[in-house]
């Protein structure tokens, strides 16, 4: 009875972890488009705990349309492997140039 009390107990934690890791993901001014005059990152609400988070979210983002492109059942073309891949990791690029 100890060990469903306990394995519920990290369950419960783990989706806490997961929601809170949501929410801060969403207030990351990194991983937003940037409604600034000329489009410029808003540098005053940018912080160092930003970087880290908004890169491994950027880094994933990227690994999954590179997934999407390798495993495109289409016959490869220009426009659907080079042309994809070439357009694949704005959001890396965007954080990277920050």
């Known amino acids: ?3 469903i009390y306990l394995i519920l107990a ?5 989706m806490s972890a997961c929601k809170q890791n ?3 993901m969403s207030k990351n001014p990194l ?3 940037f409604d600034t005059p000329f489009e410029v990152p808003p540098f005053e609400k940018i912080h160092n ?3 880290l988070p908004a890169f491994e979210e950027a880094l994933k ?3 999954e349309e590179i997934d999407v492109i390798v495993n495109n059942d289409e016959e490869p073309t220009f426009e659907n492997t080079i042309e994809a ?3 694949s ?3 890396l690029n965007q954080v990277n140039n920050v």
């Open 1 to 3: 009875m100890y060990r």
């Open 10 to 14: 990290a369950v419960l934690i783990f």
């Open 22 to 24: 949501d929410e801060e």
């Open 31 to 33: 991983l937003g488009e």
């Open 49 to 51: 705990k930003h970087f």
């Open 61 to 63: 983002k990227q690994k």
């Open 85 to 87: 891949l070439d357009f």
């Open 89 to 91: 990791g704005s959001l």
